[in-house]
């Protein structure tokens, strides 16, 4: 059974830095597009970033630009967000995926989901 597990969510003022970790488990993604989502109250849910197979590409979302970076580890089966300069804004409930089946890296079409892991930010 696949699973992804994501930690490092919290609490964190304005400008502060929080770094989120999603663990895989069930099988390998190391030749899989991974990303990030998020969903904030209210709204839909939205790209955050994604990261190719290698690592040598990645995209992220115009309103973290800058700030949020994303990595993965293929030998540990791990993808990280590192975030910084936090706003408001960023509160969010963030989702780790995995396995991306289309050509749209900004897209959400893929295949394994984690539960979310909340990430608020005060002002």
């Known amino acids: 059974q696949v699973q992804l597990v994501e930690s490092g969510g919290g609490l964190a003022q304005a400008g502060g830095s929080l770094r989120l970790s999603c663990a895989a488990s069930?099988?390998?993604?190391?030749?899989?597009?991974m990303g990030w989502f998020r969903r904030a109250p209210g709204k839909e849910r939205e790209f955050v970033a994604a990261i190719s197979w290698s690592g040598a590409s990645t995209y992220d979302q115009d309103s973290v630009k800058g700030r949020f970076t994303i990595s993965r580890d293929n030998a540990k089966n791990t993808v990280s967000l590192q975030m910084t300069s936090l706003k408001p804004e960023d509160t969010a409930v963030y989702y780790c995926a995995a396995e991306l089946r289309s050509w749209n890296p900004r897209g959400d079409a893929y295949a394994y989901w984690g539960q979310g892991t909340q990430v608020t930010v005060s002002s």
């Open positions: 069930g099988r390998t993604f190391n030749s899989s597009t």
